[in-house]
């Protein structure tokens, strides 16, 4: 079959020659199922480990050959039709972003595929989103490691510290049930412990042993064994417990009541976050300025090239 005067390659040799950050990029894209969406965040995030790769992804994004079905409709020819719905991809706030054949145009295909949009962004956003379950970073600490757990979450990292392990009747110690637990979830173990790092690379656990006892030296560790680490706070992590958090919506301030380390003045005046399991109250305050300067610090001194 000829495929008129569309004078591009299949979709599948496409992909094939783009071997590259963005048949890579596009290669995501198409694992996102209808009636979700994904954001360019979480691409960059699954493929580099880190979110600062999001603006690239825009680009690749927008320069998919193959953006949507229906607008092609009419030039079959190929068998299969070339679609990678690209209209799937949207900013980390929700928001609509952009789209090549035109904003109306990318809400019109949302709304098609059951996706509420409100005033420019998906509705539901947490429910609608789509994460990606492959290379993208989770961690296992181990007990000499907490405070590494909590920056790691802080920066968006799912971390599950040693004392959260359900210990299971016959493992014999909490190191065993450590390694069982990493390998099962396809978690990166990080201990300080050597012989805890032997017995779980036996086990085919990704491992780091962790040499510094202070969590910047840790952070920047982790930037040594090439760990792309994203260095900015993201508020989708409960810090204490690993959860989720999701924003506070207005008009459901009621949660902050009660919370008596809660800043009442600020409310209305910032974003809140709540945890969807233990409760627990975050916003954007002095302290996330705080850690932005001290992770501000470690990407001037991570080496060059991460
Ligand atoms: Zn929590």
């Known amino acids: 079959m000829m495929g008129l005067s569309l004078c591009l390659p299949s979709e599948k040799q496409f992909l094939n020659m783009n071997k590259n950050f963005q048949g890579d990029v596009l290669n995501l894209v ?3 199922p209808q009636g979700k969406v994904t954001t360019y965040g979480e691409i960059a995030r699954e493929l580099t480990g880190s979110v600062g790769a999001a603006r690239a992804v825009g680009q690749a994004v927008a320069k998919n050959p193959y953006p949507i079905i229906k607008p092609l409709q009419g030039l079959r020819g190929r068998g299969a039709e070339p679609h990678i719905p690209c209209h799937r991809v949207v900013k980390s706030d929700g928001d609509i972003g952009g789209y090549s054949l035109g904003v109306d145009t990318k809400i019109r295909l949302l709304r098609e595929e059951g996706i ?27 007990r000499m490691l907490g405070k590494l757990s909590t920056w790691l979450r802080i920066l968006g990292y799912d971390t599950v510290y040693a004392a959260d392990i359900p210990i299971k009747n016959g493992e014999e110690d909490e190191d065993n049930a ?5 390998a099962c979830e396809a978690r990166i173990l990080l201990t300080r412990d050597k012989n805890l790092a032997a017995s779980a690379r036996k086990k085919g656990v990704q491992c780091l042993q962790i040499r510094t ?14 760990l792309a680490i994203n260095l900015e706070p ?3 992590r409960c810090s204490e417990c690993n959860a989720r958090i999701r924003k506070v919506e207005a008009g459901k301030e009621n949660v902050l009541k009660g919370k008596n380390y809660v800043p009442t003045s600020r409310i209305g005046k910032c974003d809140f976050w709540v ?32």
């Open 178 to 182: 450590i390694a069982a637990f990493a």
């Open 275 to 306: 945890c969807e399991r233990c409760g627990r109250i975050y916003w954007e305050g002095s302290h996330w300025r705080n850690i932005r300067a001290q992770l501000r610090q470690l990407n001037g001194l991570k080496p060059s090239g991460v």
């Open 30 to 32: 198409k694992q996102i």
């Open 234 to 236: 993201v508020p989708v």
């Open 116 to 142: 509420e949009i409100k005033g420019g962004k998906v509705a539901n956003f947490e429910k609608t989103l789509f994460r990606f379950k492959g290379k993208t970073l989770r961690f296992v600490t181990d």
């Open 213 to 226: 006892a202070e969590v910047m030296e840790q952070l920047r560790e982790l930037f040594h064994h090439n």
